[in-house]
């Protein structure tokens, strides 16, 4: 997905910090803004990574809830050719079908419940489009930045469909590293955990979790309590590093679903802009420019009907890396 629209990615301060995140600490809950995609009937999403009180969450850098979403109205998604470096994007739906189509000649659909994960290290470009019998899409697109010894890596794409595991009144399906006892056989840079999960009404669920990750809670559907804090849908509930285990509660009596993130905390600083990931203001400038000329780096998607996305300008300023504040 162009998950950045059509400019450059701007954080924002919905941020309700219930005291500084300490070791098995507070719960930081973060609110999302509402973003355009572009075009005349513009899908919205709700971001809530990057931000200014936060950048990462272990390696996941960027996080965008959308739907559900009625094709009837908005036209669903379309998104033209477009390039990404030095990171990885992961695509989670709830429901509706997206076509893929990358640059190495991939060519696959992401279905509910599946995961795909494609790599564009030193550069790729890809279409994501929306199949006709698509009629209400729902999902999260996230970013994985890739570490500095890794961000020129080759291009690479990944699909998975992880086995349901059931654990006290919730189903968990782990996309990415290992929670209740399964683990994903999908690789990747740095350590992650990536989840979907499902909670019964009246469920209650406590997992064991690598104390060395700092985790995050995405809310989609229903109210969650995480450790005892009351997310609301589409919130994200931040915990650092320290906790060995999250508690997470339905106290409602519908079903309560959620994504769980985490990783070990990312140490490195970031340029994010457009799709872009690199280091420093001249990274940027030259994978856009390579992208604007047509070059070899980011290569060709074929079978896609139409133009590809130009870049946009870039700012008059210097581009600034950020890491986590705290």
Same mark, same amino acid.
Not at 68 to 80: F, N
């Given at each position: ?17 219930l005291g500084t995140p300490v070791p098995g600490g507070e719960v930081e809950v973060l609110t999302p803004r509402d973003v355009p995609l572009g075009g005349l009937r513009a899908m919205t999403v709700r971001r809530t990574l990057p931000q200014r009180a936060r950048t990462f969450v272990g390696a996941w850098c960027f996080i965008d809830h959308y ?134 009404? #009246?469920? %209650?669920?406590?997992?064991?979790? $690598?104390? =060395?990750?700092?985790? !995050?809670?995405?809310?989609? /559907? ?74 070899? #780096?980011? %290569?060709?998607?074929?079978?896609? $009907?139409? =133009?590809?996305?130009? !870049?946009?300008?870039?700012? /008059? ?10």
């Amino acid at each position: 997905m162009n998950g950045i629209g059509m400019g450059p990615v701007t954080p924002h301060t919905g941020t309700e910090v219930l005291g500084t995140p300490v070791p098995g600490g507070e719960v930081e809950v973060l609110t999302p803004r509402d973003v355009p995609l572009g075009g005349l009937r513009a899908m919205t999403v709700r971001r809530t990574l990057p931000q200014r009180a936060r950048t990462f969450v272990g390696a996941w850098c960027f996080i965008d809830h959308y739907g559900p979403d009625d094709v009837a109205e908005t036209g669903g998604m379309d998104v033209a050719p477009h390039p990404h470096t030095g990171l990885q994007t992961v695509s989670w739906l709830f429901s509706g079908e997206i076509e893929h189509r990358d640059s190495m000649g991939s060519h696959a659909f992401v279905r509910p419940g599946e995961l795909n994960l494609m790599t564009g290290g030193h550069g790729i470009s890809h279409t994501e489009v929306s199949t006709p019998d698509t009629t209400v899409l729902h999902g999260v697109q996230l970013w994985v930045a890739l570490p500095e010894e890794h961000r020129n890596a080759g291009r690479d794409f990944r699909h998975h469909s992880p086995v349901p595991v059931r654990r006290d009144g919730a189903t968990l399906r782990v996309f990415l590293g290992s929670l209740a006892g399964d683990t994903s056989p999908v690789p990747t840079f740095t350590p992650l955990l990536g989840a979907e999960i499902v909670l019964e009404p #009246r469920a %209650g669920l406590t997992l064991d979790v $690598d104390p =060395d990750f700092e985790h !995050a809670l995405l809310v989609d /559907t229903g109210d969650i309590r995480l450790q005892d804090r009351l997310l609301h849908r589409s919130d994200l509930g931040y915990l650092a590093p320290g906790a060995p285990t999250l508690t997470l509660a339905n106290d409602t009596d519908t079903p309560a679903r959620a994504v769980l993130v985490g990783g070990t905390p990312f140490g490195e600083e970031i340029v994010m802009w457009w799709n872009f990931v690199g280091r420093t203001h001249e990274d940027v400038v030259r994978a856009r420019e390579e992208w604007e000329a047509h070059s070899d #780096r980011f %290569g060709a998607v074929e079978g896609y $009907d139409g =133009d590809r996305i130009p !870049a946009p300008q870039l700012p /008059t300023t210097r581009l600034k890396s950020r890491g986590n504040t705290r």
